[in-house]
């Protein structure tokens, strides 16, 4: 889930090569500033930018939502939001997108669902980067004592049948929001470490590398100011690419029973719920579910966009 | 070539005994590991092996010699890039061969390097005012308003315009990008600068532009050049003092114009004829003639004189005996050469074919 | 090569054996209370009770103790017995073997044949209607969760089928290969496509970009100027050259497919190791969950040696490094 499209990115280009077609003769414009003039020019990035902005501020205002549309995560409308069998009611005036098994509003439940997400798939995204670049930078940088037992580390890491060791681990612990994040980041790290500790292998080797040290820089130094830089247009796509995967792995987690603990409604459980009830109630499924795919959706174009903003000459994942 | 020479006599002319930076028996092997999980060494690429040399204070050293042929190892043992195998270096009267991380730090102010690739030494994410400044950050010599007012002398020093301190290295050209090395190395006021094939990367008419910068730098601020290059007319044209590196190993020594006027080393007499021939193909035709076949490897360099294989004059003791590097009889003593049969002078190798190389290698090697 | 391999296998016995430590640790730091999952509610307030069965485990011993006995068995091949429903987990896991093996084998040869054939196609035909085709279904299938998948293909195949008065697709379970071989491949069906979708989307993506790069290569022009047939050209020179970097994504998929299986057999009630495991979890049946952890572990470690050597064969340069 998390490897597998990753590892697309890990020929990101050598900045240092010159690159056609880039405006380079427009005068003290950062590599970055031309990235965010391409980014911008991108249609299907800003569709995509505009959807995930609108899907954060529903995850913020999440509380004044609920109390507009008149129902709470947990409100189980006796009246309106079930039928006399006790079976879930299709969309209708009172329930927009309809209810589930105990007369919730399907929703706010979507809406509370979003903030789990991306609280989830965001923090968990953003720790396995940190964690894979520090990691990778110093199997890369700090030569090759350093390197094979970090190497090791995260051969071990990705061995590791990390769904199911997810599972352990949380019945262990015990399930949290916390939890969830800590889990995701731990068996997302090991892919990032890899390729930036690939990367970092073939920018030591750079005559730039030689110079700072010639001139006395020390390894810390090297590491952040003239490694670290060359490494972030590849952590930028990693971070957006990370992010649906983290989001996925969140509602599997849900979906297994071991991620966030119902009644809190997150878009795995809903599904999880929702299972049971497919052949008489379609929306109690689809809505989650899309809420789902949707996102995953935008974050995967978004990502792709920002690759190739990044770098024009590679091929996008997804053709326009 | 004249060029502006503020303090005349004493400066143009260093004399024997202002030692500047010596090498004693410097080596330097990379070792290549095989195994398991206990890696054993198998064998050794033999960069540098034993190199003896003095530079002199004020003076330019060329140091050439054929790609592969350690020149630009024995510069980064001279910079302390990396450590030493065996041997050591004095510079200034210390030894700086032994030194740890931390105390080879004042030796960095002391010691710069420009280096060959103007595309690949300058860090493409940073803004080149940030470049030039790093000396100053590392060794906390000057902050803020005051690093950029330096960091623009500099600029304006090697001809850039300081009004671009905050472009990135790619919106410049090879040229420009060598000035902005040059301002680096420049920083702190090194007494001794590397410039390790400073201008091969670069168009001809823009080597010379920065060749002049170099040279008047040198007289501005009294530098000492270790100057690398594969080409020889550039050497001759900066050189006081000119070694022939061949295999790790220094094969020939002199002032300029002995070096380019007598040479007394098969392999230098190589070198020059095949570069002083303005035809390309007959410069390569005549090459032929003398260096046949390609460098052996450094992982097994041949026994005796490492130049035997090739050499048109080899005999059994070039087999057999490696030659020291010495003065020759009638040579004068600035002039060693390291060469049993040293060529003489109007002696024409062309005639000559490889004897030893062939006849001698063969049984050995069935 | 032997070398080589042997070097593989040694690493991948030590990746094998510090996960059995992780695991082994995970539960020596949290362990779930076993006297009471083997006596009972009742039980388990029995002070004197709880501690014979806790003796009698072994559970009362120091950790290193406790770990050498378990590693001493588990070198014989013995797993120890459920705390739940007290079978051997060598029998438990001989029976959801089977079920896991049909779905991930199955499921596998789908996606990296259909992937790499729909990937070829696209690369010969750039910009055509099929690449856009392609193109589009590799971008859904890598943003379909599993499970959303698996149940909108249950929710349109079966359950809208099934009111359609069609009932060629089972709504779950699992039929054994040797009791009924086409119910076998009907049951599996719609698991096998649940979990090859997302890979075969990432399959296509990757041969695609690498066989338009390799058929601009200079030796397939000759190949192409020499008069061999368009499909040899494409298949024997093109494929061959671009299997390299689609045989290392395998290696990394391997743990993916597991991960997939799981939520796969969650959805289509297959009694497999996925569900096996899940339930183990639910009901802390440590034994069992150790167990199958450090199978998925052996297996995706034999995975990626045998990649690795495949990889070997595939690009000689690999050996030196």
Redesign the interface.
Known sequence: ?????L??VADLPD??V?QPGVE?QV??R??WQLAWIRLRRDRVAVVCAAFILLLVLVAILADPLANWIGYNATDQDQVNGITADGLPVGPDAHHLLGTDNLGRDILVRIIFGTRVSLVVGVSAAVAAVLIGVIVGLCAGYLGPVVDSVLA?LM??V????????A???V???GPSELIEILVIAFFSWAAVGRIVRGQTLAIRE???I?????????NL?IMV??VL??L?APVIVYVTLLI?VSI?FE??LS????GIIPPTPSWGNM?SD??NF??VA?WY?VFP?AA??LT??AF??LGDSVRDALDPRT?R???K | MTKPDPTPSIQRRPSDDDVLLTLRGVVKHYPIKHGIIFKTEIGRVRAVDGVELTVRRGETLGLVGETGCGKSTLARCITRLFPLTAGSIVFDGQDISRLSRRELRPYRRQVQMIFQDPYGSLNPRRRIGSIIGDPFAIHGVADGAERKRRVQELMELVGLNPEHYNRFPADFSGGQRQRIGVARALALRPKLIVCDEPVSALDVSIQAQIINLLEGLQDEFNLTYVFIAHDLSVVEHVSDRVAVMYLGKIVELADRDQLYGQPRHPYTNALLLAGSIADPDRARARRRIILTGDVPSPVDPPSGCRFHPRCPKAQQLCFDTEPQLQPEPGDPVEHATACHFPVAPGEDLTVLTPGIGSAVDQPTEG | MIRFVIRRILTGAIVVWLISLVVFAIFFIAPPNVAFLLLGRFAASDQQLVATVTAQLGLDQPIVVQYWHFLTRLVHGDLGYSYYSHQPVTTLIGQALPVTASLAIGAAIIWVVSGVLIGVLSATRPRSFLDRLSTLFALIGLSFPTFVLGLLLLYLLFYKLHLAGVDFFPGGGYVPLTQDPWQWFVHLILPWITLAVASMAVYVRLTRGQMLEVLGEDYIRTARSKGLSERRVIFRHGLRAALVPIVTQFGIDVATLLGGAIVTEQVFGLNGLGKMSVTAVTNQDEPVIIAVVLLASVFVVVANIVVDVLYAVLDPRVRLS
Not at chain 1, 1 to 5: I, L, Q, R, T
Not at chain 1, 210 to 218: I, T, Y
Not at chain 1, 255 to 258: A, M, S
């Open positions: 889930m998390s490897a597998s499209e590892s697309e900045p240092a010159p380079r005068e003290g950062s590599p090791r051969d071990v990705l061995s590791f049948p990390f769904l199911l060791f599972i352990a681990l019945t262990v612990v750079r005559e730039y030689e110079a700072a040290r010639s001139l006395g820089a020390g130094r100011i003239d830089p060359n972030m649906p996925v509602a599997t979906y297994l029973g071991v599904i929702a299972q497919y052949q379609w499924l579910g789902l795919v995953t959706l995967n174009l091929e994942l997804f053709a």
